[in-house]
């Protein structure tokens, strides 16, 4: 491993492979049709990006933009609904087409009106087939948006997740990540959320803040644990380039007293829910004992079949990944999306990696490994004719000799409780040297 991987164990969370800073523009822009002409689509993902949120958060780096000029949410949905219509058509009629899984992400959905809420699941029903009652839903929210209007909406139409965006039941703390709200509006936002009776709340609490203790953490996390909250993801602070903390840092590169703060406060905080009966899904994610399964493998997608709607969505074909254009800076953003909304033919590909046979071996085992239950490796071999030694010895080895990989002649390769500890490091070092040359070649805007 490097020297800053070795000393940090915050490099980069991995949530996808290839990350979007990969991606380039495509020149052949292929047909929508052709990619998708011979993929099995019994079983895909249905992904709707809205791109809005009322604030922008200090470590934010998704692709979002503050507040919407008037009309500009609804040309955003009729843009949505050109590119449903498209990318339906793309999917064709031969083959049956089923949606096995549903969110709406951002950005923040729920900026968007009640009225709009039930167009944009009017999009995904009608124009794209997804069964929303049928099939796990996934929204996210903030403690802002989340009123009884919009829920109303969301739980009529079969929403068995809400994701709340908190990070804080301290207003100092919260302050200090530039996510303005109050405790009291936090908790309001949590009971309406709680009256809709959606079966999964998930909340998210992030770790590292300025000023935060361990005191402080377990008071938040305590304060979230009184909802009984099914789902509980406990994020490690990233101060990005171009997000509103990034202007008040004090310089670049590690720093290993931050670095040993937040270990130290995911420790506790594993810790504290593991003893208060919930159990551990990956390094950020913790599950209710009790708690319902949300779809065949939790949105941990190690194969392909996902479908995205939106300026900022990804799909995923077996040999490509594409998007639209990526940007973190408010401006470049504002331009993406009004381009998105002036667009009508949105039956080609514009952005993406092309994924080799290489490439899919190593998705498969990141988006694996990263999770508490780990590789099963029969799973791996009935899939790509090897075992994962034999495609990445070395590189498993490695972190067998950190202590980061347990018994590694198990049917299982599981990731150790210190291996989860530092999954962001973990994760990047298994990127290929073709996924890590275009990340850093990559120029931000």
Known sequence: ????????????YVYAYPHKTAYRRLPDRPALRSLWATEDKSALSL????????VR???CNLFTRIGAPEGLTGAYLNALERQAGAVREALGDTDPVRFATAAFGGGTPTFLTAAELERLCDIAEHRMGADLRAIPLSVEASP????ADRLTVLAGRGTTRLSLG???????????AVRPQRRADVEAALARIRDTRIPVLNIDLIYGIDGQTEQTWLRSLDAALAWHPEELYLYPLYVRPLTGLDRHRAGPGPDPAWDAQRLRL?????DHLLARGYTQQSMRMFRRADAPQQGADDYACQTDGMIGLGCGARSYTAGLHYSFDYAVGMHEIR??????VTTSDFGRAEVGYRMDAHEARRRHLLQSLL????LPVDDYRARFGNGPFDDFGAELQRLVDRGWLADTHATCLRLTPEGLAHSDAIGPELFSPAVRSAMAAYERK
Do not use: K, N
């Not at 491993?1 to 490099?11: C, F, G, N, V």
């Not at 802002?144 to 009123?147: C, G, L, N, R």
């Not at 908190?166 to 200090?176: C, K, L, P, W, Y």
């Open 144 to 147: 802002a948006t989340a009123t």
């Open 371 to 374: 999770q508490a239950e780990g």
């Open 266 to 270: 995911y420790r506790a905080g594993r």
């Open 57 to 59: 958060c200090g470590f």
């Open 47 to 54: 992904y709707l990006h809205i791109p809005f949120c009322e």
């Open 166 to 176: 908190i990070q804080s039941f301290v207003d100092s703390e919260a302050r200090a």
């Open 335 to 340: 331009g993406i999306i009004d381009d998105y």
């Open 1 to 12: 491993m490097t020297t800053a991987q070795l000393t940090s164990p915050y490099q980069h």
